[in-house]
């Protein structure tokens, strides 16, 4: 049978986590999804998805049976990192009551796998693990081999039970028989029944526990394939020749520069997309660093000085998100109002990794080995910039270094794609630490005005939020590869900006998918109030501006910014009606789940009710605080609230973040100690991000290009105790939970800098200069 | 290009390179090595760190006409079929996300606690000073590096 497996399909067989012996062993399980005719053109073959990432309505896409009883599982949700892959794992195993050891997981590969468009978001569970999706097909699978097996063995179906991949009559367990006798090697030709019921977590025995991650032996042996490790016969090498500045395009390119390099075989110009293909990749390397090429100047961008300022100048596209009508009459009858400021610049993935992607075009078809964590929309995207039809491209996921939102990943498989078009042969492209860093999406830059009015009880009665966001580019999706910089350089336009003033008024519920709403607000719109809070005077305008850096999701993008703002303000009134933090935020929601993390935070810190700052025992020397923020993650994918403690060298400008409490909510747990990793990695991100991350530039160019000049923790650096409590909660949905303990983090540490110094920091990163700047202000 | 005996993981290796190719290209491309990895190429990661008699060396910087003697990558921890205790602790901690960045981390411990078997957490840190993990695995990493150190010196 294998050698009815292409050579490529073999190896993303080897890829998808298992070994081509194993796979041997586990006969039949391809057949299902596979015949022989499809395999020889598999490129032809895509599953009953179409183009919009919805998944398939067909069992047969999920989920096939082998002879030997082996469960192959197929999903559009990839491992970057984030422990999904062991956890899918789990999740086929216990809704098909089969071992862990008896599941094969094949991710992301558009000739096998449904369309599940983009892993992003923390949107993986609740996408796989409700009642839809990979969930849904283990249900109606196991249902299915229950049906199946009543009728073999004229047992009542509500007489079985299905376990270890044999189906046993409950009054008679000699009356038996295993999933590969039932239906192994065949297809199950059933859809995806709605109907399926889902085990609950009461019954788990495999989901809900802590199944160590089954990639990390090969990782700390070295011997797991990453992209950067795939290799194909006959492969070359490629670099790319980014311009020097932002805006600049090719005038000319001098191909006698590296004539003479050994190994060279092509320079590669197309628009002002700059190549160079050799035989080594050292040779590419230093081909692309001689190669001459001719710009034209570029832009002159904006004063870093003057960033935010500038954002407000620009033409832009309005949205309201809520608006009561009458918050300028309530704020004119409060009887205090509060405005503040808060600044978060743009930041970066700075993946450890530079991206790297193989790519083998031939003709009319191509396969591409790429680290996206959007397998069928670069499989389109790149079908654009190649001119072929998609059903003629595979992308086959390989993982990359960890990616965080859309890192360089993209845009290599483009610069591999095109430069394996222009020589007919298998190319690796392998990006510079400068052409990442100076030419990635990086998060948005953002500046957030706020007023807030209080009554005479200091009550929260009126909340008003505006904000100033620059966007360019972003994800491709399926059909905007300018989005990126490389579709951009060979002529390809990211998502306009269309402006828009003013903004049409809100007519659909609140979406607060980007947790633009703080969490205090009511959210009503029309008849519906969807927000986590009780104050109904209200307003979320947002204002989207051109920015002149691609910009694209890191994670938790936007929702960071927004959280950042909207807690460090709550604090500021819950300080200024001399309230104590958590209290003040507890009276003015209306969400139980959040009210409930709050809590549990509070109380796993030992948390002592008091209003902020602290009674400060001296100015200068050390100071110690601690401070409380929490979130409705995308408004209803997880809840998580976090305390900070923190000293802060008033001399140096230095913070040190000792202790940090989570609690988080993010429904029934698949994974614990996968849970635990995903929150410390987040909230340890987030540190980094909050002291000292920040994309910088001059005149005409980034100038953050290196780990001297992007500022990010090392591993030695001191990592705070973190306790954290999880609130597993059996009744509800599945959220994810791989990005909401980032959103809170600089909210938790700014209020709690202000909590020991009274000093308030309105603007990312918390440098020690800032620091220093605002302790002497605020002492003269 | 020039012909070059590397001792890699205990075995040798001819390879044919200009002299200025760094070791890390040789590893990853002539040897098919993938523990250590391309990060930075400035030697500000470690991503691409192997072990040169005894020292933490960064492969991305390091011209392969200037290496003489055993080098020793992600790879080579181990010397049979059995995981090195480091590799274990590791494992134990479950001290992984992504896992690009563990040369760096792994190799630059193992090299550091072999000179300095006695090494507190200070210095530890110290050592991992110039080591980056973006995915933020730190406080796992610290931990298993810990029991490692424990574990050898007990």
Redesign the interface.
Known sequence: MTSQLTADARTALTRAGFSRRAFLKGSGALVVAFSSAELSNGLDRVFAQGFNGAGSSQLDSWIAVGRDGIVTAYTGKCE????LYTAQMQLVAEEMCVPLDRVRLIQCDTSMTPDQGTTSGQQSHPANFNRANLALAGATARESLIRLASARLSVPAADLVARDGVIASSANPSRRIAYGELIGGQRFDLRLDANARRKHPREWTILGTSV??V???D????????V??V?VPGML?GRVVRPPEIGATVSRVDESSVRDM?GLVKVVVKGNFVGVVAQ????ATQAAERLNVIWTRGAVLPPQASLYSELRKQPARDTLLVDSGDVEARLASAAAVLRSTYRHPYQM??????S?AVADVQGDRATLWSATQSAYPTRNTTAMLLGLEPERIRVVYV????C?GINGADTVTYDAALLSQAVGRPVRV?L??RDEMAWENYGNAFVIDQRVGVDGSGNITVWDYEAWSAARGGRPGYNTPGNVVTGFLVGARPAPIVPRTPAPPPDTPLNNNLNTAPSYIAGRVGDAARGAGLVRSERVLSHRVVSPFFTGPLRAPERLQNTFAHECFMDEVAAHVKADPVEYRLRHLNHARLSAAIRAAAKAANWEPRPSPRPRSSRGGLATGRGISCVCYEGDNGYVAMVAEVSVDQNTGQIQVTRIVVAQDSGPISNP?GMR?QI??????GI?RALGEEVTWDERRITSV???SYR????????PR?DIVLLNQTDVDACGSGEASITVVAAAIGNAVFDATGVRLREVPFTPERVRAAVRANSE | ?SLFTLRVNGRSHEVD??P???LL?VL??DL???????????G??G?CTVVVNGQATRSCMTPVNTVKGEIT???G??TSAE?HPL?QA??DE?A???????????LTAKAFLDRNPRATDEQ???????????????????KAIRRYADGRTA
């Open positions: 970057f990192g984030q422990g160590p991650r990639d990390m032996r990782m700390v042996t070295g011997r797991f394939e990453f950067h490790n290799k090498h050994p080594k990749p050292w040779q993935h700075g993946s450890v990794g530079s790297c993982r990359g270094s960890g965080y392998q510079s630490r100690d990793s410390e990695g987040g909230t340890l991100q980094s290196d780990w001297r990010s923790l090392p591993v030695g650096f001191l990592p973190m | 290009m390179a200009d200025s190719t760094p290209y990853s491309d098919d090595l993938k523990g250590p990895k391309f990060g930075c190429g400035l500000q990661c991503a990558t992600l790879e921890l181990a995981l590799q590791f494992i479950q992984v996300q992504c896992g690009f960045c563990l040369s760096g981390v792994m530890i840190q110290q050592a991992l000073s110039g080591v980056l993990c973006r995915c933020f695995g730190n406080a796992r990493m610290l």
